[in-house]
């Protein structure tokens, strides 16, 4: 089965990681279009209205770590800061237990309002004054993300070798 393989792959950058890409492997029962003909494909996507949210989190979804939830609209709040560190460095905001985390692996960025956020690969060394990226990598939905960063969207899989974080507004 391709999509058990993919899903159980060991290497990290070419395992399945989202379900958009699962749903790939999935067989297509096409269905008859009465007007044109054409085949179509039918997929229940769920309820796709748009909701108001008033918070971020990070969900351990697997890793040493897993089960664990950062709350990062109450992080930031708590703390009055606006960019939030995550690593397993003892000052990390979001501090993330597994030897392929950086000790300062990634940075989380976010407005006034804690609501949008964006994710860039690295922090900002202040005795050095330059931008050091992580060892190993951040990747975001199986694509490796920079110091420039990527906003984050509901559900959204942040990968760092063996440990996956799922980004969720609520």
Known sequence: EPLIAGCL?????????????????????????????????IVNTGNNRKQAHTGSRLCVMHGDDFGMVFDLTAISKQTGKLILTLGR???????????????????????????????????WNFEERVWQKSTNGTYLNSTEI????????????IA?????????EY
């Open 9 to 41: 792959n060991p290497d990290f950058k070419n395992r399945i990681q989202s379900a958009e890409a699962a749903i790939n492997f999935v067989p297509k029962s096409p269905v008859q279009n009465a007007t044109s003909g054409a085949n179509r494909v």
């Open 89 to 123: 460095s003892v000052n990390s905001l979001v501090k993330i237990n597994d030897q392929y985390i950086s000790r300062n692996h990634s940075t989380l960025e976010t407005e006034q309002t804690g609501l949008r956020w964006i994710i860039r690969d690295g922090q």
């Open 146 to 157: 920079d110091e420039y960063g990527s906003q984050l969207k509901h559900g959204d899989i």
């Open 160 to 168: 760092i070798r063996d440990v996956q974080l799922k980004y969720e």
